[in-house]
Structure formats: C-alpha cells, structure tokens
C-alpha cells in the first residue's frame, strides 16, 4: 500500500468507457465496463443519510460478484431486512458468503457488517504487548472512546477497509460510509490522527509521565491547573495513563491511516457518490463532490436514487391540468380521467423538479457523470430487489 | 417552579425533512409575543437554507416572525466558540482559555477527542433553555427547539453527558454532565421523531423510540412527513381496480379534449401506481398509529420551501405546545 506516482484523474480511470450521449445531459459511465475491469478494487458509496447508500454498494457488490468477481461488501449500518438477506444476522465482524447469489460466472460475494469496538480492539491487540493491551482495554477511556463516541466510526471503517484489502482475498470491496454529520469525516480521520499524534496537548499529558516538567514553557502551569479545574485530578489522571500507554501505538496507527488515506486516493479505487434528487441531498452531493475533487480522490460519478421518470406520455404537466377541471363534471369516465390526469401532472410535476435539480448539478459540475436509478414502488430488502437496483446502475439507459 | 423552559429535540432519519419541520415547530411554539429559540447542531446551515437567509453565526438572532406575532431567534452552534465560551462562563479562564488554544486542547476537544463536541453542543442547548431575565427572572425564551442529529445518533447524543458523568467521578465536569442529564429527562424535555411512510424510516422510528425509551429519554411525538393525499375518488379507485375503467375507456375522453389518446395506456398505469403508492403509505401509517405515541401528519410540500410553506406546516403541529 505505498503511495503511488500522481496520476491526473482521467488517467487514473482508464476502465470507464463514456457512452455518447445525443441528449443535453452528461455522459454516463459505464458501470459493468468498471465492474468487470479487474484494475477496479475498490468502490466507495458515499453521500448523506437516506439516500439508499448500503443499497447501492450492495446492489454494486452483487452485480460484479454475479458477473465473476471475488467481492466483499461492507456495510455500516444496513436496515434490518437488508442486512437479513444478505445473511448479516450477526454483528462479529467476520465477512461471511451471501447466499442465493448466481455463482454461474465463477465470482462470490461476502458481505460483513462492521462492529466498530472490536475493529478497534483488534489494533490494540495487535500492536500492544499484552499487558499494554490489558491496560489500555481496561482504561475507562478507551472505553468510551472505542464504543460509544460518534467519530469513532469512521476511523474504523477505513481501518476495516485496509484490513480487507491487506487480506488480498477479494478482488474487489465496496464499502459503504457511515452517515456522518459532517459529509467526509471518514478522510479526514488520518489527518486527524496525525495533528492528534503532532499536537502539544498529547505532549503536554505525557510529560509527567517522560520527563520533567520544566521541558514546558510558561504556558504549561496555566494549562494544568486550568485542566484540573475544569476536568477534575481523577479525569486528567486517566487521561494521561490512556494516553501514555496508547503512545506505544500512536505510530503504527499513524501509519496505517495514511497508508488507507493513500489506497483511497490510488489507481483502482473509485468513489461514488449517492444522492436523491431533493434539493438538501443534491446540496450535500455537490458538497461531497467538490471534497472528494479537492482531496485527489478518483470520483467515478453520481448515482441519483429514486428518480420519477418522465415518460413519454405525450401530455405535459400544464395540459393535463387545463384538461381535467374540463372533466371534472362530465360523465363518469370523464370524471375518473380528470382524476387519473391530475395524478399524471403531478408526476410530471414531480419529475420537472428533479430533472431541474439535476441539470442544477449538471451545470456546475460539468465533468461529473450522473447515473439516475428509478425509483421503485417498495423498499429493497431482498437478492432479487438488489438485482433490479444493479440493473439500472449497469444497463447504460436513460431513467 | 420548572427548571428550564420547554424543550423539544426534533430528529429523525435522513431525508426524512427534520430540519423543515423543527423550523416549522420553532414557528407554531411563537404565538403572540413569544419568543423560541431554534438551534442547530451539526455545521450544516440547514436553518439558513429553510428560511433563505445567510448562514447564521454563533449567535442567536432573530430570523423569523410567525403569523400570531411571536419571534422565532436561531442559532447554529458551533463547538470551538461554546467551549471558549463555556470556560470563560464558568471558569472565568481568559488568560487560561487562550493558553489551552495554543496547546491545541481547544482544537482537541472539539475534534479529535470524540464526543466532547457532544457534550459541547448539549451544554449549550442545557445553557440557552435555562437562561433566565435578569430582571424578571423569567425564562428568556418560551421554548427551545433542537434540530438534532439522525436517528441512529439521537440517543448517544442526548446520553453523551451520561458517558462522561461515568468517567469523571467527582468535579465541576460531573456535576455539570449530571444536570444536563437530568434536564434531558426532565419533564419539560420531549424527543419528537420525524419520519415519512416508507418502510425503512418507520422501522427506524420505532427502533428509534424503543432506544430513546430504554435509555430514559422522553419520547414526545411522532411527527409523519410528507404524507401525500390520495388524488383518486374511491369510485375511481374501484373502476380502476376490477377493470371498468381501462384504456379503452379513457382513450376517447382524451381526444374529446384534444389530448393524445395514445397516452391512455400510461395514464392507467399511472393511476394503478398511485393506488399502490397509497396502499403502502397506509400500511405504515397503520404501524406508526400503533407504536404507542401520538402522532401528527403533515403534507407533502409540493412547491419547495418558504416561509409561507413553513406556516402551512406549523398549524397541525400546534398541540405540541403542551406534548409533555
């Protein structure tokens, strides 16, 4: 997992074949050419909560395995009935084989869901001697940290995800993101473990515990008396033998979120990112978007979630609504078309705003390909429901 | 005499329009000389976009009138400025809230250490809901409302204070958790959660309140979004149902006024789709009727948001003026 010469985003993603498009709307990838293209191992579903993420990266994951690939999906957080017929009835952390799935091609597909404290417990273990693991285990904060604080997740998702990877048994993961609050808060984690790892406060809590104290400015007696006033003797005295024994590990965990910061941004990892067509999670792709551009991340396109269709009916919104008042009060058959006509403009009503938001998109983002998936009458909650979900993402057609 | 003023969290899945409906409560709590206070907690600006204003500072302003002539302030809270603020408040730490600044302990708390943000953003909550007049020793607002992190984060969110009470034994930091805590489950607290009727977010609704429940959170209200209303007559849904009203029958009606009778076939189909839509909405409106906690339904919003759409919003939400 070293990091890889620079590449610029066009080269990093030879595989997508561009459809021409005849229609005012930007080209679609072709996702079956990318799902098939053995340089792709890794896709990344991302985007704000409720816009069908696990859905999508399930839906990805089946379609590749049934076309031949040796794939893992990671989920985060799935509802309960997808996560049943995927198998994921336990959270253990352990990839495990879907399935029901068409193995006629020679692919497999393994799915797992992710349990953050033992992702987390598993790093202590495996880079702490055991009686600093014992002690690290056993440190109130740890435990708070490890198990019940937001943030955490994200962290271990991407330590999930190397791990995966480092494995080498899948050819291709596709991970789903955790619905954070502040959109990418998952590439911002190795960051954030560094300028932890590089900041004076850390220093300042080891500092009893390595040297004298007068290593510190001025600064330093404010700061603690400050520390336990507010915090309390007991607080900062956890706090510092968390700290002075998670030292020993510091290293290794800075290490390894950058080498999976470098993986994300490498040759073969493709992000997508997931929206539906309402203005807030359209604002929030764009968001998402522009970070993943700014970060030298490899953007594979937009996927828009449940899209009404404008279908070729022939009647516009605004003539079936000057039609049906003329109906209304006709006969019974006229009458029941006035209704069924104010159902169709409202659809198209419908419709008209979400290919606006779309074009919004569009427009401002000119070199982002947008895949529209339907949208289907029910929830998805099972292989058959994902199938359909995968067709639309792999047949280039127009929604 | 209550310790705080009414407090209401408003969460909910995503997408499901939380924070549309936390500005549409904000606006049916301000009746006539009231004041609300609006807070929002995650960095998104969500408000500014709901009322069309400019992104809002760390400081209350007033954004909004309603139609009875109360005011509704709002306020994005931001962690780094409430815990400077905090120290300051509390510790009268200038010099020393400068100096952790430079040690990267503010930078610290509020991102690296997970869950102090939490802890931050509900002390201000705690803080703003408790403020009281000087003068009168009134309660400076009426109500507060919180637009909420998701679902799946409401009750760690709401508990985070519970986390740390836990690690810090003795001290101001505990006492402080233990007060936040307690008004958190206090009768003037409520946790509205806001879903539409599709499988998925009502499943995490009731997940959502049996998690809230066990973890002593009052669960207030159940608020149904975006319900659409049925645009067919039953008679029309019977004709449709047992084939007497099929494309043969509507083609002609078409041309009689001038619509192309080919779209017939589509019209039918649409108006099947729409009775299935409305038989999936009711299924889950039964589930949600059932899960043991008042509801309110509110209407799809079809030309996009403004204040006038917030007020249309705001009047069912009414009763929740007394929820507790």
């Known amino acids: 997992m070293t990091r890889r010469a620079a590449t610029t985003p066009s080269d990093r993603r030879p595989h997508v074949e561009r459809r021409i498009s005849t229609r005012h709307e930007p080209d679609r990838i072709d996702v079956d050419a990318m799902l098939a293209d053995r340089r792709t191992r890794i896709i990344v579903c991302c985007g704000a909560g409720g816009v069908g993420k696990t859905t999508t990266a399930a839906a990805l994951a089946l379609r590749a395995a049934e076309q031949g690939r040796t794939v893992c999906v990671l989920t985060i957080d799935p509802a309960r009935r997808l996560a049943q017929s995927l198998g994921l009835v336990e959270l253990d952390n352990t990839p495990r084989p879907v399935q029901g799935i068409d193995a006629g091609a020679g692919g497999s597909l393994d799915a797992m869901m992710l349990d953050m404290k033992s992702t987390f417990d598993e790093v202590v273990i495996a880079h702490a001697s055991p009686e600093k693991a014992a002690e690290i285990l056993a440190n109130p904060f740890y435990v708070a940290l490890s198990s019940s604080f937001a943030g955490t997740q994200e962290y271990m998702a991407m330590e999930k995800l190397g791990q995966l990877h480092a494995e080498g048994r899948w050819d291709l993961i596709v991970v789903d993101t955790p619905p954070s609050r502040s959109a990418l808060d998952f590439l911002d984690a190795p960051e954030r473990l560094s300028s932890l790892l590089d900041g004076r406060f850390i220093k300042l809590l080891l500092a009893p515990a390595k040297g004298p104290a007068r290593l510190f400015s001025a600064g330093l007696g404010i700061v603690t008396a400050a520390l336990n006033k507010v915090l309390g003797a007991q607080v900062l005295r956890d706090m510092q033998t968390f700290v002075a024994a998670f030292d020993t590990l510091f290293g290794g965990f800075r290490q390894r979120a950058e080498a999976t910061f470098s993986l994300l941004q490498a040759e073969g990892t493709a992000f997508f990112v997931v929206a539906v067509p309402e203005p807030a999670a359209m604002r929030e792709a764009a968001y998402f978007v522009e970070r993943l551009e700014a970060d030298d991340m490899p953007l594979a396109g937009l996927i828009v979630n449940r899209v009404h269709d404008e279908s070729a009916a022939g009647i516009s919104a605004a003539d079936a609504e000057s039609a049906a008042p003329r109906l209304a009060r006709g006969r019974a058959a006229e009458r029941r078309t006035a209704e069924l006509l104010d159902v169709h403009a409202e659809r198209m009503r419908l419709a008209e705003r979400e290919n606006r938001l779309r074009d919004r998109f569009s427009a401002a983002h000119r070199n982002v390909e947008v895949v529209p998936v339907p949208a289907l009458e029910t929830d998805v909650h099972d292989l058959d429901g994902l199938r359909r979900i995968g067709d639309h993402l792999g047949t280039p057609q127009r929604a | ?324």
Not at chain 2, 55 to 68: F, K, N, Q, V, W
Not at chain 2, 117 to 142: I, N, P, Q
Not at chain 2, 232 to 244: H, K, M, N, P
Not at chain 2, 266 to 282: C, F, N, P, S, Y
């Open chain 2, 1 to 324: 005499m209550a310790n705080s003023t009414p407090l209401h969290i408003v969460t909910g899945k995503g997408g499901t329009g939380k924070t549309t409906v936390a500005a549409a409560l904000a606006l049916a709590l301000a009746g006539r000389g009231r004041k609300v206070l609006l807070c929002e907690v995650e960095g998104r600006q969500g408000i500014a976009q709901v009322f069309d204003v400019p992104p809002l500072p760390y400081e209350e302003r007033r954004i909004a009138t309603s139609d009875a002539g109360g005011h509704v302030y709002a306020l994005a809270i931001d962690p780094e400025a409430a815990l400077l603020e905090y120290l300051q408040m509390y510790y009268r730490l200038g010099r020393a809230g400068r100096a952790l600044d430079k040690f990267g302990i503010i930078d610290f708390a509020t991102t690296i250490a997970p869950g102090v943000r939490d802890v931050l953003l509900t002390g201000k909550v705690y803080e703003a809901a408790r403020r009281r007049d000087e003068r009168t020793s009134a309660f400076v607002y009426d109500a507060v409302v919180v637009d909420a992190p998701p679902t799946g984060r409401i009750t760690r969110f709401l508990g985070v204070n519970d986390d740390v009470a836990g690690l810090a034994k003795v001290g101001p930091i505990r006492s402080q958790s233990e007060s936040i805590m307690a008004m958190m489950r206090g009768p003037q607290t409520a946790v509205h959660l806001v879903t539409v009727l599709e499988e998925m977010p009502v499943q995490e609704t009731l997940d959502g309140i049996a998690e809230l429940t066990g973890a002593g959170l009052p669960v207030g209200y159940v608020l149904v979004n975006m319900v659409r209303p049925s645009l067919l007559s039953q008679d029309t849904v019977d004709a449709l149902q047992d084939g007497r009203l099929t494309a043969k029958t509507v083609a002609p009606v078409l041309r009689d006024v001038g619509l192309p009778s080919a779209a017939a076939p589509t019209l039918v189909a649409g108006g099947l789709g729409h009775i299935e839509r409305q038989r999936l909405q009711d299924e889950q409106r039964a589930i949600i009727e059932d899960c043991g906690r008042p509801s309110v339904s509110l209407p799809l919003l079809t030309s996009g948001v403004d204040l006038g759409a917030l007020q249309e919003l705001a009047e069912p939400l009414a009763p929740l003026e007394d929820a507790r």
